[in-house]
DNA sequence: TCTGAAAGCCGAGCTCA
DNA sequence: TGAGCTCGGCTTTCAGA
C-alpha cells in the first residue's frame, strides 16, 4: 500500500514542504506527475494531515517553555471537558495530554518569561480547581522535530 | 516593525499553508501584491522559519505518545553532547528538554505500542547511564499546536 | 496499474504606474 | 501600494510498459 518511495517523499516533506514537487522528484527517482500523484494520493487519504508553516519561537519572544503537571481531585467527565475547553481557549499552551500514573495531566506551554508564565498560570488556577501543580521550566530544548518516524507504516 | 496584519497572516499560515495567497489576502483585507509581500518579509526576516507536512500519527502507526522522565549521575558537557547525539538519532524521541527541579530531562516519544516503546528503552538505556528514569504514557491528547502565540512581538 | 513525456493552465512572483 | 503581466511550476492528459 505504501512502499519505500512514498515513505521517502514524506520523510522529505515532513522537513521542507517548500521544496518544488520537480526537486522532490528527483531526489526519490520518479517523474514529476509521478511523484505529484503520490503526494496528492497521501493528501488524499489522510496521512498527510495538512500543510502548515513553523515559527521561530525566539522571533516570536515565546522563546521560554514551561511544563506543567497538574493533579485533581474531581475525577469526571464533566470536569474534563471544562478543562479541555479552558487549555483550548489559552494559546500559550501547546500541548497537553492525560497521563497515567502520579500526575494526571501534562502541559507544555510558551511563553515570553517567568513573569508572563505567571499570569497565565493565575489564569489557569482561577478557571478550575486544582489538587496539585508543579512546573518545570525548561533550560534548553535538546530536540524538537514535528516529523514523526515513518518505519511503522 | 509587525502589525496586526502580520499577525494575522502568521496565524493563519500557522493552521493553513496550503491556502492560496489570493484567499489569504481577501481574508486580512489586504490585495494579493501586498499579502504576498507581506508573507515574503515574514519568510525573509525568518519568523516564518519553514513550511512542513503534518503527518496523521493515527495513520503513520505512532498513535502512543510516552513521556520520558530521565535523571542522570553525571553533570557532563561530555555526557550531555552524547546525549544529544544518542536522542537526535532516535526518531521515535521527537522532543527533548533539559529541565530545572528534580527531573533533569524530559522526553516525548510517540510509538505504535508498549512493545515498541520498551524496545526505544532498551536502546537509550544501552548506550547511556540513568540514575532514574520514569515513563508516563499518555491517555489521551487533549491539545497539540505546532501554532504559537502571536501577542509577545 | 503505474510510469514518464508533454501540453495546458493556474497562480506565485515581479514590473510598473 | 495596487493593478496587471509573465512565466515557472502545478495539474491533467495520454500513450506505453
Request: charged share 25%; proline share 3%; aromatic share 8%.
Given at each position: 500500500?505504501?512502499?519505500?518511495?512514498?515513505?521517502?517523499i514524506?520523510?522529505?516533506?515532513?522537513?521542507?514542504?517548500?521544496?518544488?514537487?520537480a526537486?522532490?522528484?528527483d531526489t526519490?527517482?520518479?517523474?514529476?506527475s509521478?511523484?505529484?500523484?503520490?503526494?496528492?494520493n497521501?493528501?488524499?487519504?489522510?496521512?498527510?494531515?495538512r500543510?502548515?508553516?513553523l515559527?521561530?519561537?525566539?522571533?516570536a519572544?515565546?522563546?521560554?517553555?514551561?511544563?506543567?503537571?497538574v493533579?485533581?481531585?474531581?475525577?469526571?467527565?464533566?470536569?474534563?471537558?471544562?478543562?479541555?475547553?479552558?487549555?483550548?481557549?489559552?494559546?500559550?499552551?501547546?500541548?497537553?495530554?492525560?497521563?497515567?500514573?502520579e500526575?494526571?495531566?501534562?502541559?507544555?506551554?510558551?511563553?515570553?518569561?517567568?513573569?508572563?508564565?505567571d499570569?497565565?498560570?493565575?489564569?489557569?488556577?482561577?478557571k478550575?480547581?486544582?489538587?496539585?501543580?508543579?512546573?518545570?521550566?525548561?533550560?534548553?530544548?535538546?530536540?524538537?522535530?514535528?516529523?514523526?518516524?515513518?518505519?511503522?507504516?
Amino acid at each position: 500500500m505504501l512502499d519505500g518511495r512514498d515513505k521517502k517523499i514524506i520523510d522529505y516533506l515532513q522537513r521542507d514542504a517548500a521544496v518544488p514537487v520537480a526537486d522532490l522528484a528527483d531526489t526519490v527517482g520518479l517523474s514529476v506527475s509521478a511523484c505529484w500523484r503520490r503526494i496528492k494520493n497521501l493528501e488524499d487519504s489522510g496521512l498527510i494531515a495538512r500543510r502548515v508553516v513553523l515559527v521561530d519561537r525566539r522571533k516570536a519572544n515565546v522563546a521560554m517553555t514551561v511544563f506543567v503537571a497538574v493533579r485533581t481531585s474531581r475525577h469526571s467527565i464533566g470536569w474534563l471537558d471544562t478543562f479541555r475547553e479552558v487549555i483550548g481557549a489559552i494559546p500559550e499552551i501547546v500541548e497537553a495530554y492525560r497521563l497515567t500514573g502520579e500526575m494526571d495531566y501534562l502541559l507544555r506551554l510558551v511563553v515570553p518569561s517567568v513573569e508572563v508564565y505567571d499570569t497565565v498560570y493565575k489564569e489557569l488556577i482561577s478557571k478550575l480547581d486544582f489538587m496539585d501543580v508543579s512546573s518545570f521550566i525548561s533550560m534548553e530544548e535538546l530536540k524538537f522535530t514535528t516529523a514523526v518516524p515513518m518505519n511503522y507504516i
